[in-house]
């Protein structure tokens, strides 16, 4: 299972960016997906989260600001960032819980991560 996530890029304090990330490969199931960042010097962080029923948590930093949704039938998780602030600058990773089949076909459990987009905040 593979994840490509995009979306990311320079945005002036207050602006706005959507991010997405879209999963391909034998998938049978995706369960929890979620979004996390990483920025220098320190580790990565949980943004938010998705669960597969649709339940979803945040981070306190993002609450009210960012809003995390998927897409069931395109294997797709968004995460929609308003009111951005410099300190959201980061590189952010998605990833997903998945129920998968390889390639004798037997079941696969596992997570994948996407392979960073970078969001950068001016002041």
């Known amino acids: 299972v593979q994840l490509q996530a995009s979306g990311g890029g320079l945005v002036q304090a207050g602006g706005s960016l959507r991010l997405s990330c879209v999963a391909s490969?034998?998938?049978?199931?995706?369960?929890?997906m979620g979004w996390h960042r990483q920025s220098l010097y320190n580790q990565r962080d949980l943004v938010a989260r998705?669960?597969?029923?649709?339940?979803?948590n945040y981070a306190d930093s993002v609450k009210g600001r960012f809003t995390i949704s998927r897409d069931y039938a395109k294997n797709t998780v968004y995460l929609q960032m308003n009111d951005l602030k410099p300190e959201d600058s980061a590189v952010y990773y998605c990833?997903?819980?998945?129920?998968?089949?390889?390639?004798?076909?037997?079941?696969?459990?596992?997570?994948?991560w996407g392979q960073g987009t970078q969001v950068t905040v001016s002041s």
């Open positions: 990833e997903a819980d998945y129920y998968a089949r390889d390639g004798s076909d037997a079941p696969v459990v596992g997570r994948a």
């Open positions: 490969g034998s998938i049978v199931r995706i369960n929890d």
């Open positions: 998705i669960t597969s029923g649709g339940t979803t």
